[in-house]
């Protein structure tokens, strides 16, 4: 298990905004493909965003020009950028990560990746 630590989760009101950031301290993100995935007891897996080892991203088309994900590979550190948040938002969120050089590294694929952590929890409400 590649060990991966989320943080940043909270409450947030309904517009507002929250970035949650996952640290790997095993594997260079640049490397990996790395993603954000949410899930819980009311919703199936679903890929939220993904970015490959070039930098191109891919998003769930419920999060698409709300939440941006990028990387620092300096700091070896994940990142998701949600705003605009939305009460359908509310859930816990992972970070996910996977070695796939042919890919594919895009949102749909991320319920299929190997890693992931413990999970960082996100509620929106008015």
């Known amino acids: 298990q590649v060990p991966l630590v989320e943080s940043g989760g909270d409450w947030a009101q309904v517009g507002g905004n929250l970035t949650l950031s996952c640290v790997t301290s095993t594997y260079a993100v640049n490397n990996y493909c790395m993603a954000w995935f949410r899930q819980s007891p009311h919703r199936a897996r679903e890929g939220v965003a993904s970015?490959?080892?070039?930098?191109?991203?891919s998003y769930a088309d419920s999060v698409k020009g709300r939440f941006v994900i990028s990387k620092d590979n300096v700091k070896n550190t994940l990142y998701l950028q949600m705003n605009n948040l939305q009460r359908e938002d509310t859930d816990m969120y992972y970070c996910a990560a996977d070695y796939r050089p042919g890919g594919p590294c895009t949102a749909d694929s991320v319920p299929s990746l190997a890693y992931w952590g413990q999970g960082t929890h996100v509620t929106v409400s008015e």
């Open positions: 970015i490959d080892t070039d930098g191109l991203t």
